[in-house]
Nanobody, 124 residues
């Protein structure tokens, strides 16, 4: 079993920034991809960003390209999402996920482990 714990969410005004963190425990994620997804009461869980655990490849949803940056620190077993130029449309619960087996990086069911989520609210 793998435990993922998100932190860093909060309330921010449009144009502001937040950095989300996801701390992993229970096993090594070496060789596995990780990702960020977000969900609102009116939307299904949608892809935000993904990164190979080696860090050599990153992927972003079109809606966040140029504003969000995904990164990781394997020594600390921590995943990050730097969010800049936040918009009200970014308001959602953000989830960290770990992908143990092969599958689409932008498809939620491809991921095996999930955190509890952290709320991000962007006011206009």
């Amino acid at each position: 079993q793998v435990q993922l714990v998100e932190s860093g969410g909060g309330l921010v005004q449009a144009g502001g920034s937040l950095r989300l963190s996801c701390a992993a425990s229970g096993r090594s994620f070496n060789g596995y991809a990780m990702g960020w997804f977000r969900q609102t009461p009116k939307t299904e869980r949608e892809f935000v960003a993904a990164i190979s655990w080696s860090g050599d490849s990153t992927y972003y949803a079109d809606s966040v390209k140029g504003r969000f940056t995904i990164s990781r620190d394997n020594a600390k077993k921590t995943l990050y999402l730097q969010m800049n130029s936040l918009k009200p449309e970014d308001t959602a619960v953000y989830y960290c996920a770990a992908k143990i087996v092969a599958g689409a990086r932008d498809y939620a069911p491809s991921y095996d482990y999930w955190g509890q989520g952290t709320q991000v609210t962007v006011s206009s």
